[in-house]
C-alpha cells in the first residue's frame, strides 16, 4: 500500500506538470487551451526527430526544442487567440479544438502510426531506480518528474509575484483596458504568458517521451489528465495544481490495485466527485459557471 | 510639462457620437478643469486623449508630435497619464504593486513609492494590503499615486471626488496642492464646480459632446458656468 501511494505521488508529479501550463494559461489568460496535450505530443515528437535523425540527447534536445516552444506559443497568441478572443470567451475553445485536430494529424501524416518512446535515447534512465527503506524502489525519472515540476509550479508562482513582467502579466490578466493605460503593452504580456506555457508545455512532452510511449493522437489523453489536475486542484493556484495532480494520480495508483481497469475509472471518479463536490458548494451550477468565468 | 493639442476631435460610441468636432489647447503647466454634466463627453475626451478611445476623426498630439494612432501604452511611455473613473486599481494586487506597475512605461523621473506614499500619508500604512479591500479615499490615492509613478508630463484625472467622503476629498486635494503647483500640465474633470474653479487656472465647460465656455477661471463666475453647465446660456462660444 504505501508503495502504492509513493508511485502514485510521483506519477501526480508528472500530472502537475503537464497541467501546470493549462492552468497557468487559464488563470492569466482565461484561455481553455484544447490544444494543450498535442502541443505536448509535438514537443516529444520535435525531441524524438533530434535525437533519431541527429544523435541529439533528449536533454540537450530541450535546448532547441524549449525556445522553439516558446515561439509558437508567442506566435499562437498573436496569430491565433488574440484574434477568437475577440469574438467572445468560447471562440478560443474552438479554435484550439480546432488547432488539436490539426497537429494530430500532421504528426500522423509524418511520423506514422508507429508507438514510439524517447526511452532509448536517454540511456539507463529509462529504467534505474533508487531503492528506499521496506523494499520499495522508485524511478529514477518519476522523482526527477516530480522535482521539474515543483520546480515549474514554483518558479511560475514566484515569476508571477516577484518581477515586474509577472506582475504585468497579472495585470492585464485582471484588466487589460487598465494595463494599458498604466503603460502596459497588454498584447505582449500576453503573448509572453502564452510562450512561458508553451515552455512548461515542452517540459512535460519530454517527461511524456522520456517515461513511456506515445503515439500521434496521445495528446487527448494527456489533455484530459492535465485538466482533471486542474479542476480538482482549483484553476488558477499554482500549488492546487500540485496537488490536483497527486490526487488524481493516487486516486488510479489505488484503484488500478483493485483491479487494472479501475485506473482510468477511479481517476474520472475522483474527478468528477471534487466538480460535483465544488458546484455544489458554490451553490449551484450556475453559480459555479459565474465564478469560474 | 508638456503641450497637449486636441483638433477636431470627433468621438463616437457606436452609434451615439459623444464629442463633436472638439478642439482644445493646454499649454505647458496649465491645471484646466473641465466641467460639464453627466454624459457631457468629459470621460470619453479623457480616454482618447490617453488612447483607451479610438478617434472617428480628428487628432491628438503631444508636443506637437501626433499620438492619434499609438496605443495606451506607448502614450504613458511619452508621458501621458490617466486616472481612471472609478480609480480601476487592480483589486488581487496590493498597493505597493499597483503602485510599481506604473513603472512599466520605464519613463524615468523623481517618483518612487516611496515618495508616493510620503505623497499620501494615509498609504503608508495599507501597503501591503489588497486594493481591493481599501477605503474609496485610499483607492483614488492609489490611482493617483500609480499614475505618478510613470512620471507624466500631462495628467489626467477623471472625477477625482465621485465617490468619496467630503473628509477625503479634503485630504485628496491637499495632498495635490503642491502638485498642481509643480509645472505638471494638469486636465482635471470634477464635478464640485467650486472646487474645480479653485484648483484650476482655466475652466472649459462641456455640454453635449462641444465646449459651450471656457476662459481662466478669475474672469469667469461660478453663476456663468452654472448656465453653461445646464445649457442655459449659449451666448459665449469660445473663438
Redesign the interface.
Known sequence: MINTIIQGVLLGGYYALIAAGLSFMFSVMRIINLAHGSLAVLAAYLLLFLAQNYHISPFVGLLIVLPLMAAIGFLLQRLVLDRALRAGPLVPILATFGLSIVIDNVLFEVFGANTRSLGNFIGSLSYSSIALPGKIYVGVLAVGTFALAVVVLGGLQLFLSLT?YG??I??TA??P??????????RLATAVASAIALFTVGLAGAALGMRGTFDAYAGGSQLLFAFESAVIGGTGSVWGTLIGGIVLALAQSIGATISPLWFLLAGHGVFLAVLFVRIALAGGLRNFIRGAA | MSTLSLQGLNLHHGQLQAVRDLSLSVADGEVVALVGANGAGKTTLLRAIAGAHRPSSGTVALDGVDVTHLPAHRRVNMGIALVPEGRRLFAEMTVEENLLLGRMSGRSGPWTVERVLETFPNLAARRRARAGTLSGGEQQATAIGRALMSNPAVLLFDELSLGLSPVAVERLYESLKSLMQSGTTILLVEQDLGRAMQAAGRVVCMLEGRIVLEGPTGTLSRQEVTDAYFGLARHRVPA
Open positions: 515586474p506582475r504585468a497579472r495585470a485582471e484588466d483596458d487598465t494595463a494599458g493605460l498604466v503603460g502596459i503593452n497588454a
